[in-house]
């Protein structure tokens, strides 16, 4: 059976594939294997991975509200969208949570221009100077050309370079990029240490990961420069001005509660 990817590729459904991302979602093993096998049993050939996502995700909500929330954090990401808060101020709090010191949209001089880096990281005397990109395209791939242009200011400024992205990086940009030294940071890449597991060992989970909030109010909350899941406690009250009240704003909490122990278990 074939499954319809996002970047208008095929490739054959993997039970196994799925049930490694419901278990890197916190799902225990045996859930995520009675996922699967409800999800192969209503598979169509053609079917897309957005389908199957948005029915894995509707099983696994019915067991977790968390473990829902850990698996649908690559769409929370995209769902900063162009009225959300800058993918660039995300990955700076993601960084100064690991001590760095960042600074977001810095002029820096160069050799021969000056140039705006969306991120400056600090620490231990390195610094770091951080092309962020983001896409709110499912299947959108940073290619070569940006790691080229990257490279180039890298050049110029005479620092070390770091390009992030939320989505992937074509096999030309990998290349390229190993070739002349550019770290790069990407969903999935490099493995054991991307983005994706970065934000799980640090807890930095956006208001747009819970699974308690509707589509209305993750948009009401970004309004209000409420991006990130560990700040709601603290900001309470911002859920009442959006129009949330009692038992909504418990169930809200305690899904933070849970969601934002780096490491937890589910």
Not at 28 to 35: S, T
Not at 148 to 160: E, F, M, P, S, T
Not at 218 to 239: D, G, I, M, N, Y
């Amino acid at each position: 059976m074939y499954i319809a990817k996002e970047d208008g590729t095929s490739e054959p459904f993997k039970p196994e594939k799925l049930v490694a991302s419901l278990m890197r979602a916190g799902a225990k093993p045996d859930i995520a294997q009675d996922i699967a096998r409800t999800i192969e049993q209503g598979l169509e050939e053609g079917m897309s991975t957005h389908e199957i996502y948005s029915r894995a995700f509707a099983e696994l909500r019915e067991h977790k509200h968390v473990a829902a929330a850990r698996y649908s954090l690559k769409r929370a990401i995209l769902d900063f969208g162009p009225s959300g808060f800058p993918f660039e101020a995300y990955i700076a709090e993601l960084f100064r949570v690991d001590g760095y010191t960042a600074l977001v949209d810095q002029i820096i001089q160069g050799k021969c221009v000056d140039h705006e880096v969306d991120v400056v990281l600090t620490k231990g005397g390195e610094k770091i100077f951080v092309e962020a990109k983001f896409h709110n395209t499912p299947g959108f791939k940073t290619d070569l050309k940006t790691v080229l242009y990257v490279q180039a200011r890298i050049d110029d400024i005479g620092h070390k370079g770091l390009v992030v992205t939320n989505t992937k990086f074509t096999s030309k940009a990998l290349q390229y990029a190993e070739c002349r030294g550019l770290p790069l940071l990407g969903w999935d890449y490099p493995q054991g240490n991307n983005l994706h597991d970065r934000i799980d060992a640090a807890g930095l989970y956006p208001v747009t990961a819970l699974t308690t909030l509707s589509h209305r109010e993750k948009t009401a909350l970004l309004s209000e420069r409420v991006v990130l899941c560990k700040s709601l406690p603290e900001k309470a009250h911002v859920l009442t001005s959006v129009g949330l009240s009692g038992k909504k704003i418990d169930a809200v909490l305690e899904e933070v509660g849970a969601l934002c122990v780096p490491g937890s278990d589910i």
